[in-house]
């Protein structure tokens, strides 16, 4: 069992940055790949960006390229998400997941076992 606690949502101003961390706890860190999904209301789980089990690989949704890295590390069994450039179409519920394919990047939820309760990023124009 691996438990995920997502931290540092909050209300920006667009153009502004947040960055988002996920603490994991209980089964061994570097044995998932980590990722982070977006979630707004009446709208699908979106993916956001995703990276494996040593960092030396990640992956980004079309939508935010360029402007979100996704991060690992290892000595605090964190993954960070840096959000530069925010606009309002980024406001949702960001949660972060763990999947047992440690070696790639997926990208859909399905991939992943262990969810956060999820973390609000709300963008005012």
């Known amino acids: 069992q691996v438990q995920l606690v997502e931290s540092g949502g909050g209300l920006v101003q667009a153009g502004g940055s947040l960055r988002l961390s996920c603490a994991a706890s209980?089964?061994?860190?570097?044995?998932?790949?980590m990722a982070w999904f977006r979630q707004a209301p009446g709208k699908a789980r979106e993916f956001v960006a995703a990276i494996n089990w040593s960092g030396r690989s990640t992956k980004t949704g079309d939508s935010v390229k360029g402007r979100f890295t996704i991060s690992r590390d290892a000595a605090k069994n964190t993954v960070y998400l840096q959000m530069n450039s925010l606009k309002p179409e980024d406001t949702a519920n960001y949660y972060c997941?763990?999947?047992?394919?440690?070696?790639?990047?997926?990208?859909?939820?399905?991939?992943?076992?262990?969810w956060g309760q999820g973390t609000q990023v709300t963008v005012s124009s």
């Open positions: 209980g089964r061994t860190f570097s044995n998932y790949a």
């Open positions: 997941a763990a999947s047992r394919a440690q070696y790639y990047t997926p990208v859909s939820t399905s991939q992943y076992d262990y």
